[in-house]
Each structure stands twice: as structure tokens, then as C-alpha cells.
């Protein structure tokens, strides 16, 4: 295991816990009980029905019971690439060096260098996507209206570093509408929880404020998952550590925002970016 941790602020892995002895993030254990209501997604029928245990959830489909959780803006597309093609990507990514970052992960990002909080961006070293991922990258212009990516981060999840991701909003001011990501050599689940009501969540239970509910989303071995919508704009989305059983990889692609389209504000950014994206070269530089 790399003995090296990225963890800043409060969060945490299984690396700085034992060797920092820094108590547990609160976000990495989140357990079902915190949540009034909690629901599965069935990628077979597009609800979500009650109950956290998203295997139980799809074994049952179509006999399903209880009152089901109306479900937009989610894309799941099983068994999107091969095996033959997982182990080709799997090996191409390990060829490029991995950095070290937090929750216990590790990352590559191919993208503009980005200040969120200043609300800057420039090219900085960004000079296109790796050459293996052009035949993906066409994959998914063909089958999703006008895509577009100008970023790409891979993150490795792994049960011995305890891997996890915190709940988020994906910036907005930058990052448009959907999110893309092809899930690599295992089965995980992410989890989605309302940030605040709003009238266009349609959720069954809210208290105040605040909506107590937690819908659990599947990602299967090679599966194609896209975020969109109320879900991608007033939901946070995590990975928890306990849904993190064996090394996975996430191949996430993102598109710009209105903002730096044509007759946006940040048109001529976004062109520039959107020109350096097509552009896919070498980056392998050593094996793991």
C-alpha cells in the first residue's frame, strides 16, 4: 500500500487515521440510519424503490414493493465497454503516473488548470486527452447529443486505503449539464442526497428544510453512468467507503458550462479549451 496521504481539513483515509491517528471523517461511514427514507434505483425499470441494499433491489426487479421513487436525469448503460476493453484502458491508465489525493484516492486529471473559488481558468499545462481514450471519447459523441468533454479525471478507489468521496455539488460556474463516467473493474453504488427542498425535486418525505432521503444509485462493472438535471444541480452525490469492495477506477468526463459557449460570457475561454480537447496524445510514461 502507497504510505502516503493526501487527506487535508477534515478529511480523512485509512492511511493518516492509523499513522496520524485522526479520527474518522463522518463522511466516509454514513450508514442508512441517518436517513429517514432511502431507495434504491432500478436500472431495469428507472425508479428507485424503498430500501438501502441496492443488490436486494435490482434481484427483485420486476417484483418490486412499496411505493417507487420517480427517477429523471439518470443514464445507466450496463455493460458499456468489453472486458477485453476494460483491461486495455486498465493498463493504458496504469501507465501514467498516479497522484496521490484525498479520501484515500488517486488521481490523473487532463483538463484546464482551475481556481473555482476566484472563478479563474486558464490552459496551464492542459494539451489534450490520452491518445487510448479517442475511440471512448467517439463512443460517447455518437450516442450523447453534442458532447463535448474538456476534462477527464481518472480516480482509483481502493478498500486498503479506505477510498471514499465526500458528498458534492460539481462546480457549475465552469462544468455543464451532465457529468459522464465509465466505471471500471468493480461494482460500486453512489449516493445521492437532496442539499435543500426545492419544488422541482419531487421527494416523498421532507422535513423543513432539509429532505431526509438517500437514493442509492448502482454502478456496475463497465457501466456507463450519467448525471444530469435537478439530481446533478440540487443533489450532493458521494462514493462511501463501504461501497468500496475492491480496486475501482472512474473515468469522469466533463463539459462546459452555458457560460463558455458560444454567446456566453466566457466564450473565447471556452474555445480555447474546447480546441486543446481535441487533441488526444501521449502521456505514458512508466508502469505501476
Given at each position: 500500500m502507497e504510505n502516503i496521504c493526501g487527506c487535508k481539513g477534515i478529511r480523512t483515509c485509512l492511511v493518516c487515521e492509523?499513522?496520524?491517528?485522526?479520527?474518522?471523517?463522518?463522511?466516509?461511514?454514513?450508514k442508512a440510519e441517518e436517513y429517514q427514507v432511502t431507495y434504491s434505483y432500478c436500472v431495469s425499470c428507472k425508479k428507485?424503490?424503498?430500501?438501502?441494499?441496492?443488490?436486494?433491489?435490482t434481484s427483485a426487479h420486476p417484483y418490486h414493493t412499496g411505493n417507487p421513487f420517480p427517477v429523471e436525469d439518470i443514464t445507466v448503460v450496463e455493460n458499456f465497454i468489453?472486458?477485453?476493453?476494460?483491461?486495455?484502458?486498465?493498463?493504458?491508465?496504469?501507465?501514467?503516473?498516479?497522484?496521490?489525493?484525498?479520501?484515500?484516492?488517486?488521481?490523473?486529471?487532463?483538463?484546464?488548470?482551475?481556481?473555482?473559488?476566484?472563478?479563474?481558468?486558464?490552459?496551464?499545462?492542459?494539451?489534450?486527452?490520452?491518445?487510448f481514450t479517442k475511440s471512448l471519447v467517439d463512443?460517447?459523441?455518437?450516442?450523447?447529443?453534442?458532447?463535448?468533454?474538456?476534462?477527464?479525471?481518472?480516480?482509483?478507489?481502493?478498500?486498503?486505503?479506505g477510498s471514499a468521496i465526500d458528498p458534492h455539488v460539481d462546480?457549475?460556474?465552469?462544468?455543464?449539464?451532465?457529468?459522464?463516467?465509465v466505471n471500471l473493474l468493480s461494482d460500486t453504488v453512489l449516493t445521492l442526497i437532496p442539499v435543500l427542498s426545492n419544488e422541482r425535486l419531487k421527494g416523498p418525505n421532507q422535513h423543513g428544510n432539509k429532505m431526509d432521503i438517500a437514493l442509492r444509485v448502482p454502478l456496475t462493472r463497465r457501466s456507463l453512468f450519467?448525471?444530469?438535471?435537478?439530481?446533478?444541480?440540487?443533489w450532493t452525490h458521494q462514493i462511501l467507503r463501504d461501497d468500496v469492495t475492491s480496486r475501482r477506477l472512474a473515468?469522469?468526463?466533463r463539459e462546459l458550462s452555458l457560460e463558455f459557449t458560444p454567446g456566453g460570457q466566457f466564450e473565447k475561454h471556452g474555445q480555447e479549451m474546447l480546441y486543446v480537447a481535441k487533441h488526444f496524445v501521449s502521456f505514458a510514461s512508466h508502469s505501476n
Open positions: 492509523k499513522t496520524k491517528n485522526k479520527t474518522t471523517s463522518s463522511n466516509n461511514i454514513s428507485g424503490w424503498p430500501g438501502w441494499n441496492t443488490a436486494v433491489i468489453t472486458e477485453e476493453e476494460e483491461q486495455l484502458l486498465v493498463k493504458q491508465i496504469d501507465s501514467i503516473k498516479w497522484v496521490t489525493s484525498q479520501s484515500g484516492r488517486r488521481k490523473q486529471d487532463f483538463g484546464p488548470k482551475v481556481n473555482f473559488k476566484k472563478q479563474k481558468v486558464h490552459l496551464g499545462s492542459f494539451r489534450g486527452f490520452p491518445d463512443r460517447l459523441t455518437q450516442i450523447l447529443d453534442d458532447f463535448s468533454p474538456v476534462e477527464l479525471c481518472h480516480l482509483e478507489y481502493v478498500p486498503s486505503r462546480d457549475t460556474w465552469l462544468w455543464g449539464e451532465r457529468l459522464v463516467t450519467v448525471l444530469a438535471g435537478p439530481l446533478r444541480h440540487s473515468m469522469t468526463f
